[in-house]
């Protein structure tokens, strides 16, 4: 399942996939054999990703302009780049102090990253920044809350540049330290072969199943979009094979296109990586990696059962049948042996995590690992090494596109910092939840969508956990699932209307429209839009969280699964006894659902034992089912 490229590349491109390659291996080996001062780290970090990105990135039809443009930027980081070396020592003592000549050098250096930011992930991430810096000196003439003090250009500069807490501070360091090494193992797991062969299996595991595709799809799409960053890329890597395949088994395209972008957007939610955002959350909450990863288990494993009910009762409405055996994809003990190409490089990467190692160890023996397997296991990729090469491209490009992300966020964090409006905007909220826990959760979970409209899903992550996360745990909500209820909104913001751009990547590929895949995505999806206030309510889901119990866990689960049955065929139409619903018997199985989700006695177990009813005693269709 490799990505192609479509247009041959110019010498300024290869140049800069060979700086790509190159950026990699330096990943690697200062993970492997060094040590380097972070402040050096963490500039060298942004320096190569400016280069990268300016000679990668796709100039559409600026042509010569775009060239012009992004060279120029490369030229004014440069520059940036020398006041920034002869200030560091006073960075360190303190001593700095702001001149017309650094001040003018960090501006450039700042618009540098924005406009190139662009380049990799269009306009909303150099928007959002642009209007927090008005607000950062807009604020004396602010109303209500966002009245500040302002700010003018040198302590702008002071704490967005010339400081180890805008674009070179700690998120940069955390995300360069742990986060990079892992879009290089995504890409060298992708160019082994793994995808081919997890497709392949998922599909003769599935074809038994009614709408058999589709969940094949679900499988592939969710464990590579744990690794890929981004549900625009990862859609964009599996949905060229996924899109096609469950089109074929007679879903149609905007189905299909909202299958891929919510098992996309869901595998940035699937441990044990969690698009790199486990090893941030893991920082923030103060946790070991390890319990984040089994905080998310069963939050995950519920998205994606709901996601499954979803797609097996539209294979029900439209009549779509399992695959008859003749079809049915055998099974070889090839095919099991080529599934380690997969499961082997997470089991290592598992096994390092579990023994201790750091973030960035555990990936690179798991990329070690993918490497080693792809060479033992696949004949194609032993022939051609170049596949390795390419594989360092494209993860030198992807980490170079999200240390420009993370270089903007910086920007974004250092004005919310110094004009402290995270505090007064978590004040405000968790004002709203001194009377009403749920109404806070709702304000927070607008907050995250709109925040996290348009960007990756680490640096989404990252402004939300710093602007909406203590807000909600101010209102008495445990740390980790105020964290991981931000995460998961911060990632839904990718099939919410109207943005919705991970819909805008899968309909083209669909051949559909994207608003409307964006409603059906968001329709699968409600189990997983859900779950983020269960266990709120419920923090036993978590399994870390404090005040555990397995009697909570327990009925937690039950009422769950009662809920994803009745969600699914309610708004799906259809059940596989009773065939297509009426409107009275889809409103009653939604209000049976919607009970099932409360964490009250009195509401769920009724509706748990509606559903076993249902489903025990409902008889078998006397019609015949429309196609």
């Given amino acids: 399942m490799t990505n192609t490229i479509a247009l041959p590349l110019n010498p300024l491109q290869k140049l800069g996939r060979a700086l790509a390659v190159a950026f990699s291996l ?18 060298g970090v942004m320096a190569a990703s400016i280069a990268i990105v300016a000679l990668t990135s796709d100039k559409g039809r600026m042509g010569k302009l775009g060239w012009a443009l992004d060279l120029g930027m490369v030229v004014a980081f440069a520059y940036s780049a020398l006041w920034f070396f002869q200030v560091k020592q006073d960075l360190y003592t303190g001593f700095y102090t702001a001149t017309p000549e650094n001040i003018v050098a960090g501006l450039v250096g700042m618009l540098a990253i924005i406009v190139l930011s662009m380049r990799a992930w269009g306009y909303a991430l150099a928007i959002m920044a642009v209007l927090f810096i008005m607000f950062g000196f ?45 879009l290089i193992f995504g890409a060298i797991l992708e160019r082994t072969g ?29 464990i590579f979009g744990m690794m890929s960053g981004s549900v625009a890329a990862n859609i964009a890597g599996t949905g060229v094979f996924t899109i096609p395949m469950i089109k074929r088994q007679g879903f149609s395209a905007n189905f299909a296109g909202a299958v891929e972008t919510a098992a996309s957007s869901g595998g940035q939610l699937t441990p044990p990586i969690m698009a790199a955002a486990v090893f941030v959350m893991a920082d923030l909450v103060g946790m070991p990696f ?51 190409l997969v499961f082997v490089p997470i089991a290592a990467l598992m096994i390092a995590f579990f023994i201790g190692k750091s973030p960035a160890t555990a990936g690179l023996y798991g990329l070690i690992t993918a490497i080693v397997m792809g060479l033992l296991l696949n004949p194609d990729f032993r022939r051609e090494p170049k596949r390795i090469v ?19 966020i910086g920007i974004v964090l250092a004005v919310v910092n110094e004009t402290g ?16 826990l749920i109404l806070a959760l709702v304000l927070a979970m607008f907050g995250a969508l709109i925040l996290g409209m348009g960007l990756p899903t680490l640096p989404a992550y990252l402004i939300i956990a710093i602007m909406i996360a203590p807000a909600i745990i101010k209102a008495g909500v445990e740390p980790i699932a105020a964290h991981m209820f931000v995460l998961y909104f911060a990632v839904y913001s990718s099939i919410v209307p109207p943005i919705a751009y991970g819909c805008y990547v899968a309909a083209p590929i669909a051949g559909g429209n994207p608003l409307a895949t964006s409603f059906v995505a968001l329709r699968i999806s409600i189990i997983g839009l859900l779950v983020p206030y269960v266990f709120v309510y419920s923090p036993s889901m978590l399994l870390v969280a404090d005040g555990f119990t397995w009697v909570e866990l327990a009925f937690t689960i039950t009422r769950l699964l009662a809920a994803v049955w009745m969600l699914a065929t309610a708004f799906g139409g259809a059940d596989p006894r009773l065939g297509i619903l009426g409107i009275g018997q889809r409103s009653l199985r939604l209000v049976i659902g919607a009970a099932a989700m409360l964490p009250i006695a009195y509401f769920w177990m009724p509706a748990v034992i509606l559903t076993l009813a249902v489903g025990l005693f409902s008889p078998k269709p006397k019609i015949q089912i429309p196609t």
């Fill in 194 to 222: 793994a995808g081919d062969s997890l497709i392949h299996l998922s599909t003769a595991l599935t074809a038994r199943i009614r709408g058999g595709a589709a969940h094949a799809a679900i499988v592939a799409s969710a």
């Fill in 138 to 182: 807009a604020g004396p003439y602010l109303p209500g809350i966002l009245e500040h003090f302002g700010m003018d250009w040198a302590s702008f500069l002071q704490i967005g540049w010339y400081s180890f807490d805008g674009v070179f501070g700690r998120v940069t360091g955390l995300v360069a330290d742990n986060v990079l090494i892992f």
């Fill in 26 to 43: 330096i990943i690697i080996a200062v993970i492997a054999f060094f040590v380097i001062d972070e402040a050096n780290a963490r500039f």
């Fill in 390 to 408: 390419s594989a360092l491209a494209d993860g030198g490009v992807s980490a170079a596109q999200i240390i420009l992300a993370v270089g903007v």
């Fill in 421 to 436: 409006v995270a505090i007064r905007f978590a004040t405000s909220i968790a004002a709203a939840g001194e009377s009403s």
């Fill in 290 to 340: 390890v319990m984040v990863m089994a905080a998310a288990t069963i939050p995950a494993l519920f998205k994606y059962i709901g996601l499954f009910a979803q797609v097996y009762t539209e294979a029900v409405r439209l009549d779509i049948q399992n695959l008859p055996e003749d079809q049915i994809p055998t099974i070889t003990a090839r095919d099991w042996l080529n599934s380690a």
